[in-house]
């Protein structure tokens, strides 16, 4: 029962925090924000991901199975369980969120119960999406994740949120849409063989090939167009090139806790999707289209460095630095090896930490001098030596410096991807160029608004950073110097949860 | 225990007729009392004891299988009419409960409170009708009391004319059903369900029969709001009182489809009539009628404007279920649109009671009027942002569930084209609903409102809609197995 009660407990909190006067919301919300957490470590701590339902007929973690909505074969079921690929991202969405919450403090300045309630609510979704295994309850927590991102926008945001946050809700919509149209596809075809639309037994049956034709389209065919469908999906929630175009807006309008949520854990809810779906469900496609998905990965890493390359705004830069990392991931997944598909999960969780600490570190930045055009500021480091430091810090975790949470994640991607499909070392070598480009325009940014002479247009001094704006940037850095130096602590438990994919263990 | 007599099966329409028979009292010992409290107070007791009565007779099971046949087959207590009497009660007593605080001021609330119960005990009889008379009689009842409950602003030159148009447009559409009804019964020979349904299966006048059956199905279509017999209920629902537009856009629309359901499954089956395929007429229907209500809606500059015409696009879903009948799962695509209407009538009676709040505030109606309400009244702001993606199928409300299990169903039952219509109105729909939560959100507060007054009564039930909305997520098992098995029962 400790996964309801944790999303219990954030729904709770939502109530309780929209409910407090708004001078308490922001440590209302983040003492709302700590049961949640706890739970979350709770889990953790006794968390045993030796069972895998997906394929070997084994139970999860935490798992409960119970009849929800019963319809013969649309019967929805509440099934939730935990395993090693979802544990990682369920902790690094209470720990995000928490953080999330804390960076608002300082920006936030109207209707801060809405705002912080809204936070947790987004949680609650969350924690659903990486824990449910039915289908239909995925989907309720998929959608019910848009509402929150759509209002947290709409309301907050900067100049242009009304545009972005419309382009957010009906670019993911429509994709949530043929994804759904995918997946109903299978089942469909599946016939009599499931009996619901339960992760696990739909999963088991396809591997065990019993999808049949549909309306005089065959089993083949089916499937392509149903991994095609949700791979468009999918794709379009991790802002897979060129499914992009929604994300620069989004996490440039949004303030800067829900940038962090967003960019740290929303875009993972597709990447855990095209894991749990794609690539779980429908392995043979994935070796048969390798070098097609490997493309998308590669056009994804070296076109969106390019993007970035070509910011001046700072928060842009942060925004499309996310394309590369979810390029890496996209390769990692696509490898299909033990190492790269344990290579791509750790990157989720690396990624999550990291870009939430570059947008904590730009809001900070933001609230400091007022502007985030890198031409308009020079030399922040001496007046804001903390900052730049968390700033520097999440930039060479970005580059993959060893002993930080990004050097792991990429390793073992590039390791995993190197000799997997046919033509996988020319694809492999080309994504690994694109650090290259990944270090340049971080090197470029760091260069021109943090060192040099001191510079902000408009004004000579800076605001000086609370002890709260700072605390969330710390935290984050040590988040990412333990993963990155004692991998073994999420490791063990991914490896756990993707040997049975491969059929066999690390 | 000596087995309970048939007639309690009709405690729900019992129940309200004996209350608004109390109210008649109430006001003839006390004319012209006005006390608020004690009229709205016993008629929110008559719909919660009309709700708890057919709810009980439900579980009861005493109305179970083919249920129970009154009044030499006249009248019928089974699932089905057990089910839309607690839709029509919920629904009830939401608007007596809003009423209280919309009607301060007003003269002759006695009259309003008995018309409404009548309107919602005529609901229910509609319900229970097995026969084209009684069906007639019910649809007056509650047709005529509306009439005068759209036209109770007697001051305001907007209620009066809506209820004009109302009257003439209803008029009309009476005298088309009773025409057809009375060619029926020239076919048949019958009125009762069952005798039409044996005589209607080698009838030489098919001609005649199928003027009949298109004619009772305008009928039907009038009082559901379907394009294109739509056009009265912009004007009516805009200038009724608001509660009253909520009355009629979620429990009279539901009243019209349940007799709709009964009237095309059991007397005119279309396993037994050939000739006459409504199931085409009713594809056409609710592709017309989702289609032009949804782009009507996203075309508003008005709130309640808005509503009545999404509220035309809702009654499209609702269609599928008629329309996607013969394909196999026609017990389950039929069960969901009852599921539908349930969750409808308490999200969509909520929207209009936001409006009847806001209007209380004396702001205006537009979105604009609507801009930054929501740091105002947070609460009933919340309230609003459940409905509306409910309506528009977002989970926050099991308006989800409904959707999907309707467009599931019809997908089953091989009408992909029908649920893929669905889909796209649904995704057109996502624009105007959260256009609202863009105003009241998002939009720029009106800094000379202030809000003075928290109007007990209407926050109650706005709140209430909302929690019964989000709450029927996890039990929306317990609705659609009751819906699916009263459906199962007609066919």
Sequence with gaps: ?506 | MAPLPDWVGLAPALALTLTALVVFVIDTVKPRSNDRALLAGTTLLGTVAALAAAGAVLVSGMASGEGLTLFGGQLVVDGMSLFFSVIFASVAALVTLASYDYLAGQSEQAEYYALVLLATAGMCLLASSASLATAFVSFELLSLASYALVAFLKEDKGSVEASLKYFLVGAVSSAILLYGISLIYGVTGGLVFDTVAENVVDTPHTGLLGVGVMMVLGGFAFKTASVPFHFWAPEAYEGAPTPISAFLSSGSKAAGFVVAFRVFTVAFGFEILTDVDWVLAFQVLAVVTMTVGNFAAATQENVKRMLAYSSVGQAGYVLIALAALGGGSDALVLGMGMSHLLVYGFMNTGAFLFVALVEHWGVGRTFEDYGGLGSKAPVACAAMTVFMLSLAGIPLGAGFFSKYFLFGAAVDAGYWWLAAVGVVNSALSLYFYTRVLRAIWGGDANESLTIESYPVGLYTAVVAAAVVTVLLIPAFGFVTGPAVDAASALF
């Design chain 1, 1 to 506: 029962m400790l996964i309801e009660l944790l999303i219990a407990l954030c729904l709770l909190g939502a109530v309780v925090v929209f409910l407090l006067p708004d001078e308490y919301a922001p440590f209302g919300g983040f003492v709302a924000s700590l049961f949640p957490l706890v739970t979350s470590f709770v889990l953790w701590y006794g968390f045993d991901g030796s069972g895998n339902a997906f394929l070997q007929g084994g139970q999860l973690a935490y798992e409960t199975d119970v009849e929800w909505i019963s319809l013969g074969q649309y019967a929805v079921n509440w099934h939730v369980g935990l395993d090693g690929i979802s544990m990682p991202l369920v902790v690094l969405s209470t720990v995000l969120t928490s953080l999330a919450i804390v960076t608002g403090w300082t920006p936030i300045d109207r209707q801060r119960s809405g705002f912080y309630a809204l936070l947790l609510f987004l949680e609650a979704g969350l924690v659903g999406v990486f824990s449910t295994l039915d289908f239909f309850a995925f989907l309720v927590f998929w959608e019910a994740v848009l509402i929150p991102v759509y209002l947290l926008i709409t309301v907050w945001g900067g100049p242009r949120r009304e545009y972005a946050a419309i382009k957010f809700f009906v670019y993911t919509n429509v994709a949530t849409l043929v994804m759904f149209i995918g997946f109903a596809a299978l089942v469909f075809g599946l016939g009599d063989s499931v009996t619901s639309l339960d992760l696990p037994a739909v999963t088991q049956a396809l591997r065990a090939g019993e999808l049949g034709s549909l309306g005089g389209v065959g089993a083949g065919t089916l499937r392509l167009a149903a991994f095609a469908a949700m791979f468009f999906g999918f794709g379009m929630k991790m802002a897979v090139v060129p499914f992009h175009t929604w994300l620069p807006d989004a996490y440039t309008e949004s303030p800067t806790p829900v940038t962090v949520v967003l960019a740290g854990i929303v875009t993972k809810m597709g990447t855990y999707a095209m894991l749990r779906f794609n690539f779980t469900m429908l392995p043979d496609i994935v070796e048969q289209y390798a070098q097609v998905i490997a493309l998308f990965a590669v056009v994804t890493v070296i076109y969106g460095a390019l993007l970035a390359l070509s910011q001046h705004d700072l928060k842009r830069i942060v925004a499309y630095s996310s394309l590369p990392s979810m390029g890496f991931v996209l390769l990692g997944l696509v490898a299909y090896t033990p190492y790269g598909l344990s290579g791509a999960t750790f990157q989720m969780v690396s990624h999550g930490l990291l870009s939430g600490l570059l947008f904590a570190c730009v809001g900070v930045i933001y609230s400091a001098t007022g502007t985030r055009m890198v031409g308009d500021m020079a030399g922040l480091a001496g007046r804001m030596p903390v900052t730049a430091a968390a700033f520097v810090a999440g930039s060479f975790g970005y580059m993959g410096l060893p002993f930080m949470s990004g050097f792991m994640g990429e390793y073992f991607i590039f390791q995993g991807a190197f000799d997997s499909f046919p033509g996988s070392p020319v694809f492999t070598a080309v994504a690994m160029f694109g650090i290259v480009l990944v270090a340049g325009y971080l090197l470029f940014a760091m260069q021109r608004a943090l060192f040099g002479e001191f510079r902000v247009d408009g004004s000579s001094t800076v605001r000086r950073a609370a002890v709260h704006d700072l605390a969330p940037l710390v935290v984050l850095i040590a988040c990412v110097i333990v993963l990155g130096s004692a991998p073994h602590l999420i490791f063990s438990m991914i490896a756990d949860a993707v040997g049975p994919l491969l059929g066999g263990g690390l």
